[in-house]
């Protein structure tokens, strides 16, 4: 079993619509967690980190369930421009960082 | 505003040659690290590096070694390209192990 794992999708959603992905992990002592947006032939960049007690940016919310052992990604008002590959990414102390495989999204007109 | 350089955008090389793959970062991190992403796979670290001339294995070493001579550059060595090296490379730092990542824009390498 992979230590973070994403559906790969991809979602297709019209523009507007709210989309939400999760991302289980299988490592408990898994410390922190990311997500990352990664566009088409474009290297991965940070879109946010998640904290316990959950976080919001604009129309991006994550969660943590540590006791189920998932984080997810809540888009709201979905913009063409959010078209992407996400990245779940966990840390489990040290220098161990474990990306999952991503999950593509595409936004239609 | 950060910045993490790769050497080559493209590369073409062929079976057996030796192949360098060199990373510079300009925020003076101290990690760095070569991850290769696959179709499905994801990302997954070949080397990383927390100090000039330090390296440690990641989870897919075999086929490659780094050099650290200098904090800002970090290089990548295949000593005999194969086939199953045909990937996309990318260079990432960041200054503290718990921190974002910041990663270069990409190698992309195909071995004949």
């Known amino acids: 079993r992979k230590e973070v794992e994403q559906d790969p999708g991809p979602f297709n959603v019209p523009e507007g619509a709210t989309v939400a992905f999760n991302c289980t992990y299988s490592?408990?002592?898994?410390?922190?967690f990311f997500w990352y947006r990664q566009d088409c032939r474009k290297e991965p960049k940070l879109l946010m980190s998640?904290?316990?007690s959950g976080n919001e940016d604009g129309r991006f919310t994550a969660q943590l369930n540590r006791a189920s052992q998932y984080i997810s990604l809540l888009i709201r008002d979905s913009k063409l421009s959010d078209s992407a590959t996400y990245l779940c990414?966990?840390?489990?102390?040290?220098?161990?960082?474990?990306f999952g495989a991503g999950t593509r999204l595409f936004v239609k007109a | 505003d950060v910045k993490v350089t790769q050497s080559s955008r493209y590369l073409v090389k062929r079976t057996g040659e030796k192949v360098f793959l060199e990373c510079v970062q300009d925020?003076?991190?101290?990690?760095m690290f070569w991850y290769r992403q696959d179709p499905g796979l994801g990302l997954r670290l070949i080397y990383f590096?927390?100090?000039?001339?330090?390296?440690e294995k990641g989870d897919i070493p075999e086929g490659y070694s780094v050099s650290r001579e200098k904090k800002e550059r970090f290089s990548l060595i295949l000593e005999s390209a194969s086939t199953n090296q045909t990937s996309m490379y990318l260079c990432?730092?960041?200054?503290?192990?718990?921190?974002?990542?910041?990663f270069g824009p990409g190698t992309r390498l195909t071995v004949l």
């Open positions: 998640v904290y316990s």
């Open positions: 990432a730092s960041n200054a503290d192990s718990y921190n974002e990542q910041f």
């Open positions: 590096s927390y100090d000039v001339k330090m390296k």
């Open positions: 990414v966990g840390h489990t102390g040290g220098f161990k960082t474990i």
């Open positions: 490592n408990s002592a898994s410390q922190s």
């Open positions: 925020m003076d991190h101290e990690n």
